[in-house]
């Protein structure tokens, strides 16, 4: 397959060109044409370039790639980055924001759909765009539970704040760095709000709240989409896929 075609077939599948975003989407790095295996991997680091080529990949597809909204030199590490990309021939395909709200493949959606949550409908506008999820249990869940399912899912125990109902009717979930959501799963009333890192900031804005908040960790909560993603290609495009695990352990 031509990288130029599987870049066609994913910025259709991910409606690259109409969701606003800082990362710079879709190709950010191309090679020479021809695909035949594609990695996926969180973050475009040197550690999943590097394990990009051990695995014979000529297009890497990542969550969080080398070019955001703001210019800046290529030296030092991004220097080294790019480099590497250029002379292993592996082309670098970004998805920021589109991998987190596709309703299918995107990581919150996925989150829903291990944690057994099959109604869900959008929530969380980021810059008018709505990226999260959000359901209303049939039964009302307690947060223990919630907890330890997603510990189970993430193989690792979350951070909590326990600030709100022991026993949660609702709950939203914004993968990654998302606490500057917090006020909206607030005004909607929601009992839980899940999302990946946590922040000092928004500590007391939440115990005064009133909402319990459920960190899985920035990388963990963000890894569900790519691989989705990855069967998604593999199945519709006939490519070999490999992820490429590299947890920040944040």
């Known amino acids: 397959m031509h990288a130029d075609e599987l870049e066609r077939w994913l910025d259709g599948v991910l409606n690259i060109g109409n969701i606003p975003d800082s990362s710079l989407n879709g190709i950010q790095v191309g090679n020479r044409g021809s695909v035949t295996r594609v990695a996926l991997a969180v973050d475009a680091s040197e550690a999943s370039i590097s394990g990009a080529a051990s695995a014979g990949a000529e297009f890497l597809i990542v969550h969080h790639g080398l070019i955001w909204d703001k210019p800046f030199p290529w030296r030092g590490p991004a220097l080294g980055r790019m480099r590497r990309l250029i002379e292993s021939d592996i082309a670098l395909y970004a998805a920021h924001l589109p991998l987190d709200l596709h309703p299918e493949?995107?990581?919150?959606?996925?989150?829903?759909?291990?944690?057994?949550?099959?109604?869900?409908?959008?929530?969380?506008?980021?810059?008018?765009?709505?990226?999260?999820?959000?359901?209303?249990?049939?039964?009302?869940?307690?947060?223990?539970?919630?907890?330890?399912?997603?510990?189970?899912?993430?193989?690792?125990?979350?951070?909590?704040?326990?600030?709100?109902?022991?026993?949660?009717?609702?709950?939203?979930?914004?993968?990654?760095?998302?606490?500057?959501?917090?006020?909206?799963?607030?005004?909607?009333?929601?009992?839980?709000?899940?999302?990946?890192?946590?922040?000092?900031?928004?500590?007391?804005?939440?115990?005064?709240?009133?909402?319990?908040?459920?960190?899985?960790?920035?990388?963990?909560?963000?890894?569900?989409?790519?691989?989705?993603?990855?069967?998604?290609?593999?199945?519709?495009?006939?490519?070999?896929?490999?992820?490429?695990?590299?947890?920040?352990?944040?």
């Open 105 to 250: 493949l995107g990581n919150n959606a996925q989150l829903c759909k291990k944690m057994g949550w099959e109604r869900t409908s959008e929530f969380g506008s980021y810059h008018g765009v709505l990226i999260g999820r959000k359901t209303v249990f049939e039964v009302p869940v307690p947060l223990n539970d919630l907890t330890a399912r997603l510990g189970s899912l993430l193989g690792a125990e979350p951070t909590v704040w326990r600030f709100g109902p022991d026993t949660a009717a609702s709950a939203a979930v914004v993968s990654g760095r998302a606490l500057s959501m917090l006020d909206q799963a607030v005004r909607e009333r929601c009992d839980v709000f899940i999302t990946g890192e946590t922040g000092h900031e928004s500590y007391w804005f939440a115990a005064e709240a009133g909402i319990n908040v459920i960190f899985g960790g920035h990388y963990a909560t963000e890894t569900w989409g790519l691989a989705a993603l990855g069967d998604k290609i593999k199945e519709e495009c006939g490519l070999d896929t490999v992820f490429l695990d590299r947890p920040t352990g944040y």
